[in-house]
């Protein structure tokens, strides 16, 4: 199974890519599949403006950034929380497709530097992820205070904790993909 982790923050000093780096390395290490890293700090998508169908003459970013989500069999994204939501550069790739994103399997986990994880961003998030049709994964994987639970290289301070969450996460994710595959 091929499994597109987006990277959703593009702050300087960002600590959620921690945990789309964990997630790369454990889906790979466990043999789940393949990992294709999404990193929208890696793009400079303009503004939203337009969905890519409706474009003219869509820069090659925009074709290569719909190519992946396209061809992975399930979605994993990683976002912070600012401020109860999600990231303008998150709701910008969201509106940018449409047939993409279209009964695609997408898992969510959320990140913050307080106690609670990112938990108020899933409703608004998973309100927009709904509305263009995806098959949203009924599992969440919330991380609190992000900066202490994960080094910079995406390794966890207490793996067997992290493992254990981890696993019941993915293998949700994997089961809706096989879904998705079968139905």
């Known amino acids: 199974m091929n499994i597109a982790i987006i990277s959703s923050s593009v702050r300087i000093g960002r600590n959620s890519h921690r ?22 700090y890696q793009y400079n998508f303009p503004l939203f403006d337009e969905r890519l169908r409706l474009m003219k003459d869509p820069s090659p970013d925009v074709i290569e950034f719909a190519a992946r989500i396209k061809n992975a069999d399930g979605v994993l994204i990683v976002t912070p929380e ?6 303008a550069s998150l709701k910008n790739v ?3 497709l449409y047939p ?26 998973v309100f ?9 994964v009924p599992a969440m994987y ?3 205070q992000v ?12 793996k067997e904790a ?15 993909i096989r879904a998705a595959k079968n139905a």
């Open 19 to 40: 945990v789309a780096r964990f997630f790369q390395q454990y889906i790979e290490e466990k043999g789940y599949g393949t990992v294709d890293l999404v990193d929208l």
């Open 82 to 87: 600012y401020n109860g939501g999600y990231p």
């Open 94 to 96: 969201i509106d940018l």
């Open 100 to 125: 993409e994103w279209k009964r695609k399997p997408v898992a969510i986990a959320t990140v913050s530097a307080g106690p609670f994880g990112g938990a108020q961003v899933m409703t608004s998030l």
């Open 128 to 136: 927009s992820l709904w509305k263009i049709g995806v098959l949203m």
């Open 142 to 144: 919330a991380v609190p």
């Open 147 to 158: 900066q202490d639970a994960y080094k910079e290289n995406g390794e966890p301070t207490d």
């Open 162 to 176: 992290t493992e254990k969450r981890a696993k019941v996460f993915i293998e949700e994710l994997l089961w809706c």
